[in-house]
């Protein structure tokens, strides 16, 4: 059955540091999401991504974010300047519609900022 | 067993039986929902989904009804076994017209199965 990768599954990064987190969608997919998931907390949404711009982005989803699919396989997130909030799992996923269809998660990169 | 809202968050149930999850939206204009299961240390797996236009549907050993009327999502595992052992999520998709895809997740509700 076809999955959402990640990688890696664990960054441990400085504060101040810029990362960049990997996914590669499912291949038929179009419509590609982040979301983020604190220690213990439900999750969030970040942004959604179609047809290579952003469609929507949460109010998480800040100057310090932003998302690339630089090629025809990866989307990458990447924070500019991390703090020591943005700890968290972050989660990829994809789906192959807009609305009313379900949305394929990877299992995460865990994002550790010291 | 059965859990009660999203103020309830864990559910304890003997293997075999029928494990009920409850979850209520506040969004009149949410039109449709999934289930998640996340196991630890994995992201958020699908489970089943259903459309605002219907009130019920079923998969393999799960069941999900809608009652739009009091904005109350549940999930029924039947015969539930220590497999089933998670945290559930339901996810909305709140408001199409003005957020989109975005899926709005509640806080989950813990499932343990005693064997």
């Known amino acids: 059955e076809p999955e959402v990768t990640q990688t890696p599954s664990h960054q441990v990064t400085q504060m101040g540091q810029e990362v960049i987190l990997r996914c590669v969608p499912i291949s038929n997919h179009l419509y590609f999401y982040w979301y983020r998931q604190i220690l213990g907390q439900k999750v969030e949404f970040l942004v959604s991504?179609?047809?290579?711009?952003?469609?929507?982005k949460s109010e998480i989803f800040d100057d310090q974010f932003s998302v690339e699919r630089p090629d025809g396989s990866n989307f990458t997130l990447k924070i500019r300047s991390t703090k020591l909030e943005d700890s968290a799992m972050y989660f990829c996923?994809?789906?192959?519609?807009?609305?009313?269809?379900?949305?394929?998660f990877g299992d995460g990169t865990r994002l550790s900022i010291l | 067993g059965e859990s009660v809202g999203l103020h309830l968050p864990t559910l304890s149930v003997q293997e075999g039986d029928n494990s009920i999850i409850n979850c209520a939206y506040s969004?009149?204009?949410?039109?449709?929902f999934i289930w998640y299961k996340q196991e630890s240390g994995k992201g958020p797996q699908f489970i089943i989904d259903i459309r605002s236009n219907m009130d019920k549907r079923q998969g393999q050993r799960v069941t999900v009804l809608l009652n739009k009327t009091v904005k109350h999502l549940s999930l029924q595992i039947a015969a539930t076994q220590p497999g089933d052992s998670a945290v559930y999520f339901c996810?909305?998709?709140?408001?199409?017209?003005?957020?989109?895809?975005?899926?709005?997740f509640g806080e989950g509700t813990q499932l343990t199965v005693n064997p």
């Open positions: 996923a994809s789906s192959g519609g807009y609305s009313n269809q379900p949305q394929h």
């Open positions: 991504f179609y047809n290579n711009e952003i469609s929507e």
């Open positions: 996810a909305e998709n709140r408001d199409p017209q003005t957020s989109g895809s975005r899926l709005t």
């Open positions: 969004n009149s204009a949410s039109d449709y």
